[in-house]
Nanobody, 119 residues
């Protein structure tokens, strides 16, 4: 079992930056792929970025590619999402998730952190 806790959300003006953090606790291990997702009320949760357990492989949604960077520090059991050049459409609750290497879905989720970008 893994517990995830996000932090770093807040209110920022368009063009600004934020860095989200996600700390894993419990049965922590570096052998989890990690992902960031976001959700706007009334819409489905959408994929933002993911990173392999080693940190070597990353992937991004087209909407954030070139602006967001996912990274991880396995020694600190922490995953980061650096968000630059934020846009009002990035406003959402951001969730981190963990996926064991043997699974195709993300069974572990954090509680989310609100990001609001004003125009």
């Amino acid at each position: 079992q893994v517990q995830l806790a996000e932090s770093g959300g807040g209110l920022v003006q368009a063009g600004g930056s934020l860095r989200l953090s996600c700390v894993a606790a419990g049965r922590t291990s570096s052998t989890y792929h990690m992902g960031w997702f976001r959700q706007v009320p009334g819409k489905e949760r959408e994929f933002v970025a993911r990173i392999s357990w080693s940190g070597v492989d990353t992937a991004y949604s087209d909407s954030v590619k070139g602006r967001f960077t996912i990274s991880r520090d396995n020694a600190k059991s922490t995953v980061y999402l650096q968000m630059n050049n934020l846009k009002p459409e990035d406003t959402a609750v951001y969730f981190c998730a963990a996926r064991p290497l043997s699974m195709s879905q993300y069974p572990y989720w954090g509680q989310g952190t609100q990001v609001t970008v004003s125009s």
